[in-house]
């Protein structure tokens, strides 16, 4: 159960998360294959109900999809050079059991490149984007621990996200290193409603 903090509102949450992907190698680098998900999430104790809009405090999604990958890494944990690219489609239908029946577009590009010995350059682009009668609980989240790091995860959501970042690493002794990075993050409801100046920056430094 964790307390989070969404648009200045405190609440708590219980939620259970399955997802599959199964992926097979269609040719070099490139992958294809089908995935499946479901997502339970109850909400309690909300200090402002009004925020939901009317939607239930518990919900279920089930979902089925398919995703094309393609991954020229040297190494997928700490990669060095190299590129990895996705998209994933995800549908939530009626007939599935889903209440709030909507579809997923999740697209990341990840580009990497070493700039001098132990300097490696790591360029990140992700965006999702809801289509339908989307639920509270699967909205787009700014702020996770891979992206838009500082920010509350649920304090600032929508229906679509467009976040990008880059970082310098340099490993320092053995497998340790630090990262400097710095990107930025732009959630809205439509693309008719998109403010460029609506976007949120991010910047830091850390260790790896």
């Not at 995935?35 to 104790?45: A, I, Q, R, S, T």
């Not at 009004?50 to 944990?77: H, K, M, N, P, W």
């Not at 997923?104 to 339908?132: C, M, P």
Request: glycine letters at 10%; zero cysteines; charged letters at 25%.
């Amino acid at each position: 159960t964790n307390t989070l903090d969404a648009n200045k509102s405190d609440y708590t949450r219980q939620q259970y998360r399955i997802k599959t992907d199964f992926l097979i190698r269609a040719a070099r680098n490139f992958y294809i294959g089908p995935g499946v998900g479901f997502d339970y999430v109850e909400g309690k104790d909300f200090e402002r109900i009004d925020l939901l809009q009317g939607q239930e405090r518990l919900t279920r999604s089930i979902s089925a999809g398919f995703s094309l990958v393609y991954d020229s890494r040297d190494a997928s944990t700490a990669a060095s050079r190299g590129i990895y690219a996705q998209a994933e489609q995800r549908f939530f239908p009626a007939f599935m059991g889903n209440e709030y029946a909507f579809s997923r577009t999740d697209l990341i590009f990840d580009y990497y490149k070493t700039v001098w010995k132990g300097g490696v350059l790591a360029i990140d682009y992700h965006s999702q984007f809801n289509y339908g009668n989307v639920p509270w609980t699967m909205l787009a989240p700014l702020g996770t621990s891979y992206r838009m790091r500082g920010y509350y995860e649920g304090r600032y959501r929508d229906e679509n996200i467009v976040e990008a970042q880059v970082e310098l690493r340099q490993k320092v002794w053995r497998r340790n290193g630090i990262v400097v990075w710095a990107g930025a993050g732009n959630i809205f409801r439509d693309f008719g409603s998109f403010d460029i100046g609506q976007t949120l920056p991010n910047f830091g430094v850390g260790y790896r």
